[in-house]
């Protein structure tokens, strides 16, 4: 019998290192203790190798500017290294080691470029030395520890690679191997973004390492076939789209530099059948999230809360650059004339472009070409498919409504004076693309929701708007089609008086307050003038303004109350030259001239009704 020729038992004792650096001799002991207990079957000593591991890791970081500290934090990821790559260490002990060691050493990834190149060949060294179906899930729980770590988004970058690769060297039962790792991977780049400015560096190379595991998916996606390739492509879209919103999130307001990122994510679109318009209108995620509510993926489910924003967002990309929509296989401009052609493509839009107005950490910019994308679709001579009459517009009313607040908000907050005006003309176009019959109700919901006086002044001063182009349209009608116009005013105009009352008297109880109400009471006190004197000129009385009750209620519940309410503050603050008391009395005035106005019209309508 041939006799074998016997190799060191321990790794370490054939190495030519001659280090005086005693931490480097101390983890050779370590390491050679680790190697000796496990082979009699004590696995403790990983324990207390990661422990020491750690110490360094944990010094170096506290101590970023202390250049021992960085070259004891190489010099011990490369021992541990040179250990892992010796040819007499057994199975066993990878394998022991391979539980904590990822974690450990991802841990000195935001050090220093050295240290993340390392951190990545330990990685790499388990997932070619490991069984792939044992390593994804501790890659994955070493990725869910996140929580804690200084800079976190430097200790996930080499797990993320990590987990690039093990998916791909996995044989078996690939859907769901993937369906297990991503919500983690999602979940955890939700959480680390929080950390980010834009202007890290470590920002734009973990979306890059993210892509990465995007491109392990759509290769593995080439092994499969059938229904398992389809929920396959479903998982890689949804993946896809909430990465766009993050990278849109954290990036957004440096376009030029997130370019490059976006484009690549887009080319992700013709492999997984995802279009422009079905992004846009949200059809596509719709049926996407209906396949994994059905297959009572609620779990997964959680993970993508940011995939419809994505969907809308990857459109406005690629109405912002055209070297995006060329990336998706899209065409923003065939899109536009789509929905321009189809309101209710057009009101589906809408309803997804809400995700980029109300999500407050949208950069600004990125809301400003959103805003440019929904009046282009709302420019010109549109299509309404709809009318007053169509009960199937009223599903559409919840989403619309949602969307108009959204637009208020970006009114509100903007500091940009261009997207102000341009989002309040986005306003207006929405609102008149809503059938009349339904449009009461929404603005009924704006006024009553609404938490600022002067977007209730806006609101009103829409109504009043609204309500001269319904006179006008009744004028100019004629007198042979006066029975027509007399039956189409009611539809919403005769409640107009109830948006007044909003107002004068809220529906939490109480008069308004001053003044911080002040500009809403203005607007309400001209809508009432307004509706009064239109009424009595055209000898009307569409919105019942003119009847008895109606003008003693208006008298007796709305002017006297407000009338004690102004006169008692400023006859309170007439001698108090406190600058903000004047500034409050002084926004009075045109608030006083109004309602003695209305009061003197109501009086001459009461003694002298027609």
């Given at each position: 019998m041939?006799t074998?020729?016997s ?12 280090t005086?650096?005693?931490?480097v001799?101390?983890?050779h002991?370590?390491?050679s203790?680790c190697y000796?207990l496990?082979?009699c079957?004590d696995e ?13 890791s944990?010094s170096?970081?506290?101590n970023h500017e ?9 010099e011990?990821?490369s021992e541990?290294?040179k250990f892992l790559l ?6 066993a002990v990878?394998?022991?080691?391979s ?5 450990a050493?991802?841990k000195f990834?935001?050090l ?6 390392i951190?990545d060949?330990?990685?790499d060294?388990f997932i070619e ?5 044992d390593?994804l899930p501790?890659l994955?729980?070493?990725l ?11 200790y996930?970058?080499p797990?993320l690679s ?5 998916l ?7 859907f769901?191997?993937?369906k297990v790792?991503?919500?983690?991977i ?19 190379n973990?979306f890059i390492r993210?892509?990465g595991?995007?491109d392990?998916i759509r ?5 499969l ?7 396959l492509r ?5 993946y896809?789209?909430q990465?766009?919103a993050l990278l849109s ?10 370019l490059?990122l976006?484009?690549r ?5 013709p ?6 318009l079905?992004?846009i209108?949200g059809?596509?995620v719709?049926e996407?999230t209906?396949?994994?509510v059905?297959e009572e993926?609620d779990d997964y489910m ?6 419809k ?5 990857s459109?406005i ?7 995006v929509?060329?990336a998706?296989?899209?065409d923003v401009s065939?899109v ?6 189809n309101?209710t493509e057009?009101w ?5 472009l809400k ?7 949208f950069p600004w910019?990125?809301?400003k070409?959103a805003?440019?994308?929904l009046?282009c679709?709302t420019d ?6 709809c009318n007053?009459?169509d ?6 009313m919840?989403?619309l409504?949602a ?7 970006v009114i509100m907050?903007t500091?940009d004076?261009v997207?102000?005006?341009n ?7 929405v609102?008149?693309?809503?059938p009349?019959?339904q449009?009461?109700e929404i603005?009924?919901a704006l006024?009553?929701?609404s938490?600022?006086s002067p977007m ?6 829409l109504?009043?708007s609204d309500?001269y182009?319904?006179?006008f349209?009744r004028?100019a009608?004629?007198k042979d089609e006066?029975?027509q116009a007399?039956?189409a ?8 008086l109830e948006l ?5 008297r809220?529906?939490?109880g109480g ?5 911080e ?9 001209n ?13 009307t009385n569409y919105?019942g303004?003119?009847?008895k009750k109606?003008l003693?209620k208006a008298f007796n519940?709305w002017l006297?109350p407000l009338r ?8 309170e603050?007439?001698?108090?030259h406190?600058?903000?008391v004047?500034d409050?009395?002084c ?6 001239l109004v ?10 309508k009461?003694?002298h009704?027609?």
């Amino acid at each position: 019998m041939a006799t074998e020729t016997s190799k060191p038992r321990d790794p370490l004792s054939s190495s030519s290192t001659t280090t005086k650096n005693p931490l480097v001799l101390h983890l050779h002991e370590k390491l050679s203790s680790c190697y000796t207990l496990i082979e009699c079957g004590d696995e403790k000593s990983v324990a207390e190798l990661v422990d020491f591991i750690d110490s360094v890791s944990d010094s170096a970081v506290s101590n970023h500017e202390d250049s021992d500290e960085q070259g004891n934090a190489v010099e011990v990821l490369s021992e541990t290294h040179k250990f892992l790559l010796s040819p007499s260490l057994n199975q066993a002990v990878i394998d022991a080691l391979s539980f904590e060691l990822p974690k450990a050493v991802s841990k000195f990834a935001g050090l220093s470029n050295e240290c993340l190149r390392i951190a990545d060949s330990i990685i790499d060294f388990f997932i070619e030395n490991c069984s792939p179906r044992d390593m994804l899930p501790i890659l994955c729980e070493a990725l869910d520890s996140w929580n804690g770590m200084v800079h976190a988004y430097d200790y996930v970058a080499p797990l993320l690679s990590g987990i690039s690769k093990v998916l791909l060297a996995i044989q078996r039962r690939h859907f769901e191997q993937v369906k297990v790792a991503v919500p983690v991977i999602l979940n955890v780049l939700k959480a680390v973004c929080s950390e980010f400015s834009a202007r890290d560096t470590e920002c734009m190379n973990l979306f890059i390492r993210a892509l990465g595991i995007a491109d392990s998916i759509r290769a593995i996606c080439a092994k499969l076939e059938g229904r398992v390739l389809e929920k396959l492509r479903d998982v890689l879209s949804s993946y896809i789209l909430q990465i766009m919103a993050l990278l849109s999130l954290v990036l957004g307001c440096e376009i030029p530099r997130c370019l490059p990122l976006v484009s690549r994510l887009s080319e992700f679109f013709p492999f997984c059948g995802l279009s422009y318009l079905g992004l846009i209108t949200g059809s596509e995620v719709d049926e996407m999230t209906r396949t994994f509510v059905a297959e009572e993926e609620d779990d997964y489910m959680r993970c993508l809360s940011y995939i419809k924003h994505g969907a809308a967002i990857s459109v406005i990309w690629g109405h912002i650059s055209v070297n995006v929509a060329r990336a998706a296989g899209g065409d923003v401009s065939t899109v536009k004339d789509e929905i321009l052609s189809n309101q209710t493509e057009r009101w589906q839009a809408i309803g997804m472009l809400k995700h980029i107005f109300s999500f407050v950490d949208f950069p600004w910019e990125l809301k400003k070409h959103a805003i440019d994308f929904l009046l282009c679709i709302t420019d010109g001579n549109i299509a309404r498919n709809c009318n007053d009459k169509d009960t199937e517009c009223s599903i559409y009313m919840p989403n619309l409504y949602a969307a108009l607040q959204a637009i208020t908000m970006v009114i509100m907050y903007t500091p940009d004076a261009v997207l102000r005006k341009n989002a309040f003309e986005a306003l207006k176009r929405v609102l008149a693309d809503i059938p009349t019959s339904q449009r009461f109700e929404i603005f009924q919901a704006l006024i009553t929701n609404s938490m600022s006086s002067p977007m209730t002044a806006l609101l009103l001063d829409l109504v009043r708007s609204d309500l001269y182009k319904e006179g006008f349209q009744r004028t100019a009608t004629g007198k042979d089609e006066e029975k027509q116009a007399n039956k189409a005013a009611p539809l919403w105009v005769a409640r107009a008086l109830e948006l007044v009352e909003l107002v004068f008297r809220p529906p939490k109880g109480g008069p308004p307050s001053f003044p911080e109400h002040g500009d809403a009471v203005l607007a309400a006190l001209n809508l009432y003038r307004f509706i009064l004197m239109t009424e009595s000129a055209g000898k009307t009385n569409y919105t019942g303004v003119l009847s008895k009750k109606n003008l003693e209620k208006a008298f007796n519940e709305w002017l006297l109350p407000l009338r004690a309410l102004v006169t008692g503050i400023m006859a309170e603050n007439k001698d108090d030259h406190d600058p903000l008391v004047m500034d409050t009395v002084c926004s009075l005035n045109p608030i006083e001239l109004v309602l003695y106005r209305c009061i003197e019209l109501v009086e001459d309508k009461l003694k002298h009704p027609a």
